[in-house]
């Protein structure tokens, strides 16, 4: 191996995603390009065609006469616990016995010789059913008296009452937040292969291989240590693939163990969209009370999300809702309170936000109504609402908010963007243009990164330097486009002094890093990155002490330095130095393990430091409406994204920029809608729709804070960036907002419902045009 002069690859530095040249020309190996064994067999769901309804039985002659069918999997055939509920509370049966919760609902699956005598078989089964009533939003349910799925939460701090009744304002609202589907590239899929004695191994695209393993032994009825699940990648996730996997997994390992043959899952796209969770809506009733000036008093907010049939992850998104209620903004009294209600729709799960975002969004709209009802601009409103020092910095589940930016991260981005010219330009415009109107807004966010769960926390890694210098990385975390993995390998690379492409990055699988966290909270790189650090610093001891020993000097004299070992007077390769710790039976292998420390919470009080530290964000956005069809176009937006020190700039850049247009689809385009028979409508990308890349703002210009560092022990000084520049997409609907206020001359509020589709935007038009 050449040796250089310096470090290449190394931490802080712009380095290529180790899989993007795979990416691009379709090298990159998935999960359905895996090999398949002779012999294997293929499984599709049978799901239900009501949304609720007593299952009576299942007649599946005609599937079983058609040619090519193996057989069929039921609730019978689970031959150990027939629940995948990654909260163990038992409600998410792999297949219901007596119950038809949801339209789409998988009653069984079929196993055939190929995929599409399986999918067809599916359609021939004759479900016989007798049909309840149903409730399919969270106001129905509340009508219906449906339950919880899961322990709402209550956060209280202050004297609410009194402070409302002292106030010269008050502003009572609500606001429907619309959900979204992941629109993955790559749909759910797991392929099983079955062992000798209770053994299966798993390949899937789940980002929590961990909790797949449990779950199909749970299923099978054996230990988890019979059950390997392997990921090498996926083609993105976004949270739908943390707990949606389980299903999937179990039925091919279920398939698998039955008739002893390799067995492959892959829905279609339609029934990935209807039988797999979204992020949830949220309707969120808000009473905010505030003096003249536009600052605050109190804030009193009730959150109902659609939660689905089962609890899935929807106890802690709709907690970590409340926890970004407040999302920049100090309240000096407020109670917020959760409703997570049960409907008959697919339970919806994680989603890059977790919650956070339908938090945020209502902080935004009572900034926005209490603009309006003293006549300010926004941003004024938002700075007088900052957090700040002393009496100022507790959030209203009683944490400390002690790294504040935002004064610097605003002022900086409003004078980049040049926001006060372009605002007064554009009030200017919209006087004199009757039908073309603009509006402009700056947003912030402060999001909290730890999971809110304190034991999903921690992180494992394996290191392993081989005897000719190379190194094998292998962590808890997996892969699914947004570059983890070479974030993960700089570190190791710049801990060892080695070149990057030193580091070989291997598959996530349990049977070398146990008991991992979902890749999740944006907390990967954070995790795994100080896990593998911490193996590292394991193997470099042992190097040290053994250099040190042999070579007679201290082991401040031992020092790793681009691709060589200093001892004392003396420079070795690295490679010459690691055979030489071979030969004098140095371990070269370590278990690292990291746990996030300061971080606790106790739910029942509502209080505690659930999160490690904050990230901060800043979005100027500017739109063009027409007011005689709503239709919409986004001129310019200027982001401004706090990560601290920046592991990999470029990387950063782009997840910064894929969460803005994500976060901008949700609130303007992503619509999911269902009839009243509850059947999923928008199931397809012909119904759905995401951003196209002529979406994207016209002028996009994405900076990182790079003055920020993390006042906490994180890896390298970094900050996570998966999920907090998710919420910069929030500019654009306040953007919307203020263009479709001008109609009116800026006097009201218009009350926007998200996703602000052109059709949402005419009837709001509309309904200013015509006045109160």
């Not at 792999?94 to 038809?100: G, N, Q, S």
């Not at 196993?111 to 106001?139: C, F, G, M, S, W």
């Not at 039988?275 to 109902?304: L, M, N, P, W």
């Not at 394991?538 to 002490?545: D, E, G, N, S």
Request: glycine residues 8%; negative net charge; proline residues 5%.
């Amino acid at each position: 191996m050449k040796d250089n002069v310096s470090i290449i690859g190394s931490a802080h530095t712009n380095v290529k995603h180790d899989s993007a040249n795979k990416h691009v020309t379709g090298r990159a190996d998935y999960t359905d390009d895996i090999a398949q064994p002779e012999g294997t067999l293929h499984a599709y769901l049978g799901v239900s065609d009501v949304a609720h309804a007593k299952l009576l039985g299942i007649d599946f002659t005609d599937v079983l006469a058609t040619p090519g069918v193996v057989g069929v999997l039921t609730a019978d055939d689970v031959p150990g616990v027939n629940d995948i509920s990654p909260t163990h509370l038992n409600d998410e049966p792999v297949f219901p016995t007596d119950a038809i919760q949801f339209h789409g609902q998988p009653l069984f699956a079929v196993v055939a010789e190929t995929r599409d005598i399986a999918r067809r078989a599916a359609e021939l089964a004759k479900i016989n059913y007798e049909t309840l009533p149903h409730a399919l939003d969270p106001i129905a349910a509340q009508e219906a008296g449906y339950p919880h799925v899961t322990a709402p939460l209550k956060l209280e701090r202050g004297d609410v009452a009194p402070a409302q009744a002292a106030a010269p304002n008050r502003i009572k609202g609500r606001m429907n937040v619309g959900g979204q589907d992941h629109m993955y590239l790559e749909g759910h899929i797991a392929f099983a292969i079955p062992g000798e004695d209770d053994d299966v191994i798993v390949h899937c695209s789940t980002q929590h291989p961990s909790e797949a393993q449990h779950m199909v032994a749970h299923v099978l009825g054996v230990p988890s240590n019979a059950v390997v699940v392997n990921v090498r990648r996926m083609g993105g996730g976004f949270g739908g693939k943390e707990s949606q996997m389980n299903l999937f997994c179990a039925v091919a390992a279920m398939a698998a163990k039955k008739w002893n043959r390799a067995v492959k899952i892959r829905p279609d796209r339609d029934q990935d969209m209807t039988a797999t969770g979204k992020r949830h809506d949220f309707v969120i009733d808000y009473d905010v009370a505030f003096d003249d000036d536009g600052r605050i008093q109190a804030v009193e907010g009730s959150f109902a999300a659609r939660c689905g049939f089962s609890a899935d992850l929807s106890g802690p998104v709709t907690d970590r809702a409340l926890f970004h209620a407040d999302n920049a903004y100090f309240y000096p009294n407020v109670r917020l309170n959760s409703h997570p209600m049960k409907t008959n729709t697919v339970s919806n799960t994680a989603f890059r936000g977790f919650g956070g975002p339908q938090g945020v969004i209502a902080a935004e709209r009572m900034i926005e109504e209490i603009a309006y009802a003293t006549g300010q601009d926004p941003l004024d409103v938002r700075k007088a609402n900052f957090y700040g020092t002393d009496d100022r910095n507790i959030t209203p589940y009683h944490q400390e908010v002690e790294d504040s930016i935002l004064d610097r991260l605003i002022g900086e981005l409003e004078e980049t963007s040049e926001y006060r010219k372009r605002r007064q330009d554009i009030i200017e415009f919209n006087k004199t243009s009757p039908i073309l109107k603009k509006g402009i807004a700056l947003t912030p966010v402060k999001f909290g990164i730890s999971f809110t769960a304190t034991w999903y926390n921690q992180a494992g890694a394996l290191v392993h330097v081989y005897n000719d210098g190379s190194i094998h990385l292998n962590h808890g975390g997996t892969e699914m486009g947004q570059g983890l993995n070479t974030k993960v390998a700089q570190v190791v690379a710049e801990a060892f002094q080695v070149d990057f492409s030193r580091i070989k990055i291997t598959k996530t699988t349990t049977e070398k890093v146990p008991n991992t966290s979902a890749t999740a909270a944006s907390s990967g790189t954070d995790l795994n990155g100080m896990a593998a650090l911490n193996a590292v610093e394991q193997i470099k001891a042992r190097l040290v002490k053994f250099a040190a020993e042999n070579w007679d000097v201290t082991p401040e004299d031992v020092a790793f330095h681009a691709n060589q070992v200093h001892i004392g007077n003396e420079v070795l390769p690295f490679d010459t130095f690691i055979k030489q710790a071979y030969l004098a039976r140095v371990q070269l292998s370590a278990a690292g393990f990291y746990k996030t420390p300061k971080i606790h919470w106790d739910r029942a009080k509502g209080q505690g430091r659930p999160f490690y530290y904050y990230s901060y964000g800043a979005s100027c956005s500017e739109v063009t409406i027409d007011t005689l069809t709503g239709e919409y176009r986004v001129e310019r937006t200027d982001l401004l994204h706090d990560v601290g020190r920046s592991l990999n700039p470029v990387l950063d850049k782009g997840q910064v920029e894929g969460a803005f247009i994500q976060g901008m689809g949700w609130l303007t385009t992503e619509e999911l809608w269902w009839d009243d028979a509850g059947r999923l409508r928008t199931h397809a990308p012909s119904t759905y729709k995401i951003p196209l890349a002529s979406d994207r703002p016209r002028i996009f210009n994405v900076n990182l804070a790079d003055w920020s560092e993390n006042r906490e022990l994180t890896i390298k000084r970094s900050k996570a960036v998966g999920e907090p520049p998710f919420m910069l997409g929030i500019s654009v609907l306040e953007a919307l907002s203020m263009a479709v206020a001008s109609v009116a001359d800026y006097r009201e509020c218009p009350r926007l419902d998200a996703p602000a589709t052109p059709e949402r935007v005419l009837m709001a038009v509309s309904r200013l045009q015509k006045g109160p």
